[in-house]
T-cell receptor, first 109, second 116 residues
């Protein structure tokens, strides 16, 4: 079966760095997405990785290793507004999105 | 403003009621989706439409009935729901269905449904 694993919840301190991991087993691979979802709001697109390596976008970076079936989202200089759920999703060989259950990130002052 | 708007944002309905959720996208996309989001579970894809044609129905019970009158509008008609159907229902759109891996999906803010 197809599976996406990510931690259920993480806590970090304002100003610090946090890494949210995502591992996947899917039928084929056509890219990995990260979305951010604030409570009561729409998931919003953060990043897309299809090749191995690190993609940096401001305070957020996303890493992919296809051979390991592994990705992480790195958030630097954490702000209170970064408190949200972070969803990992993989597009399989049929271009279907397989979703993880999301990681709830709590930022403390 | 995400380009995908959903109404109503909150809905409480009895098990014998009939109600509908509405979604409109202003992005010029050709594909639209209904997802169900329950607490601590992955997003569940319910229906996929491409240019008003249903291309996927993921074994969704018939008490959920989608309608796509044009590529900008999508409805989810609800009838004789069960309490376990209470969840956040998210509408989404993308440029096309599948096609390329970079086909980003844009979500609406969702409709919170409570079945009593």
């Amino acid at each position: 079966g197809q599976n996406i694993d990510q931690p259920t919840e993480m806590t970090a301190t304002e100003g610090a760095i946090v890494q949210i991991n995502c591992t996947y087993q899917t039928s084929g691979f056509n890219g990995l997405f990260w979305y951010q979802q604030h409570a009561g709001e729409a998931p919003t697109f953060l990043s897309y990785n299809v090749l191995d390596g690190l993609e940096e976008k401001g305070r957020f970076s996303s890493f992919l290793s296809r051979s390991k079936g592994y990705s992480y989202l790195l958030l630097k200089e954490l702000q209170m507004k970064d408190s949200a759920s972070y969803l990992c999703a993989v597009m399989d060989s049929n271009y279907q999105l397989i979703w993880g259950a999301g990681t709830k990130l709590i930022i403390k002052p | 403003e995400t380009g995908v708007t959903q109404t109503p944002r909150h809905l409480v309905m009895g098990m014998t009621n009939k109600k509908s959720l509405k979604c409109e996208q202003h992005l010029g996309h050709n594909a639209m989706y209904w997802y169900k989001q329950s607490a601590k579970k992955p997003l569940e894809l319910m229906f996929v439409y491409s240019l008003e044609e249903r291309v996927e129905n993921n074994s969704v019970p018939s008490r959920f009935s989608p309608e796509c009158p044009n590529s900008s509008h999508l409805f989810l008609h609800l009838h004789t729901l069960q309490p376990e159907d209470s969840a956040l229902y998210l509408c989404a759109s993308s440029l096309q269905v599948g096609g390329t891996g970079g086909n980003t999906i844009y979500f609406g803010e969702g409709s919170w449904l409570t079945v009593v």
